[in-house]
């Protein structure tokens, strides 16, 4: 048994899109667009295989959560980089590029290195080895 995919609602589909392919390598679908209730979304398809569907849709109202404080629920999804290099060279290219870093790069006590960064709906997405 594995997790299929994940799915995240966005009010922004493409620029969502562009920041999953950019700089974690995803690879996109077709857009589905539903045109009775205007859903649309695509599948983005990572190189080891996970998938993360990104939904928009006019109704989905605004999450009150804020993504700078710890909630109950789906909290981030993080991406094995490979090295502590890259885990600092991707932190260090998203904050250049504008994105919010909310935990730098650091050795964690249950053994992970890792950052953690929000994407441009302010999802947590940490960066770890």
């Known amino acids: 048994m594995h997790i299929e995919h994940l799915a995240i609602w966005t009010t922004d589909l493409e620029r969502l899109k562009s920041f999953y392919t950019n700089y974690f390598h995803a690879k996109t679908s077709t857009k589905y667009l539903n045109t009775k209730t205007e859903f649309e979304s695509y599948f983005l398809s990572f190189p080891t295989g996970s998938r993360l569907?990104?939904?928009?849709?006019?109704?989905?109202?605004?999450?009150?959560?804020?993504?700078?404080?710890?909630?109950l629920g789906y909290i981030h999804m993080a991406f094995s980089v490979g090295s502590k290099e890259n885990v600092d060279e991707l932190?260090?290219?998203?904050?250049v590029e504008g994105y919010r870093v909310i935990s730098e790069s650091r050795m964690t006590g249950d053994g992970y290195y890792e950052s953690c960064v929000l994407d441009p709906d302010g999802n947590r997405i940490e960066i770890t080895i």
Do not use: A, C, F, G
């Open 53 to 71: 569907e990104i939904m928009q849709m006019p109704s989905i109202p605004q999450s009150s959560d804020d993504p700078n404080v710890q909630y």
């Open 91 to 95: 932190t260090n290219r998203l904050r």
